[in-house]
């Protein structure tokens, strides 16, 4: 069985800009469901369509499969929950681990997340100096929550 364990986390600052370059993602979901999503995304002309299970701690279970991008396009304009997720994506390697740092786009903009990919839920990464508070077990940053309450609807 597939398993995916991230740590999720705000930012402190926007020192990490200059490490990587940015890459544009495009997202939604066929499914939204608090017990499995299903996602489909656009990067770099590669599309993918990912099936999650529900959130334990830090740890789910993950499918993801690649699909024609033309085929990922249409279901994204067509097929998906508004509205889509797109987000400008840094993938910055530091020692063992990959950082990947997403800048959201639209109704979630001004919203930016840090996350970690992790072997085993033991593991505990040096965080860098741009890393801030931790929000892992909080489900309104998880992605999917995003369509159905984006950043720009969070009272300030």
Same mark, same amino acid.
């Given at each position: 069985?597939?398993?995916?364990?991230?740590?999720?986390?705000?930012?402190? %600052?926007?020192?990490? =800009?200059?490490?990587?370059?940015?890459?544009?993602?495009?997202?939604?979901?066929?499914? &939204?469901?608090?017990?499995?999503?299903?996602?489909?995304?656009?990067?770099?002309?590669?599309?993918?369509?990912?099936?999650?299970?529900?959130?334990?701690?830090?740890?789910?279970?993950?499918?993801?499969?690649?699909?024609?991008?033309?085929?990922? &396009?249409?279901?994204?304009?067509?097929?998906?929950?508004? +509205?889509?997720?797109?987000?400008?994506? &840094?993938?910055?390697?530091?020692?063992?681990?990959?950082? =990947?740092?997403?800048?959201?786009?639209?109704? %979630?903009?001004?919203?930016?997340?840090?996350?970690?990919?992790?072997?085993?839920?033991?593991?505990?990464?040096?965080? +860098?100096?741009?890393?801030?508070?931790?929000v892992t077990g909080?489900?309104?940053?998880? %992605?999917?929550?995003?369509?159905? %309450?984006?950043?720009?609807?969070?009272?300030?």
């Amino acid at each position: 069985m597939a398993r995916e364990i991230e740590r999720k986390f705000l930012l402190a %600052n926007d020192d990490w =800009e200059a490490l990587a370059p940015q890459v544009l993602y495009r997202q939604g979901y066929l499914s &939204s469901d608090r017990e499995r999503t299903v996602r489909v995304r656009t990067a770099q002309q590669r599309g993918t369509l990912t099936v999650k299970g529900i959130t334990v701690g830090m740890a789910r279970t993950e499918f993801e499969y690649d699909i024609p991008f033309e085929d990922a &396009s249409q279901m994204l304009d067509q097929l998906c929950e508004r +509205p889509l997720i797109e987000k400008y994506r &840094s993938r910055i390697v530091i020692g063992e681990f990959t950082w =990947e740092v997403d800048q959201f786009l639209g109704d %979630n903009a001004g919203l930016v997340l840090a996350e970690v990919e992790l072997a085993d839920e033991t593991q505990r990464p040096e965080l +860098p100096p741009w890393v801030g508070e931790e929000v892992t077990g909080d489900p309104r940053y998880f %992605n999917a929550n995003l369509v159905r %309450n984006p950043y720009a609807r969070w009272p300030r």
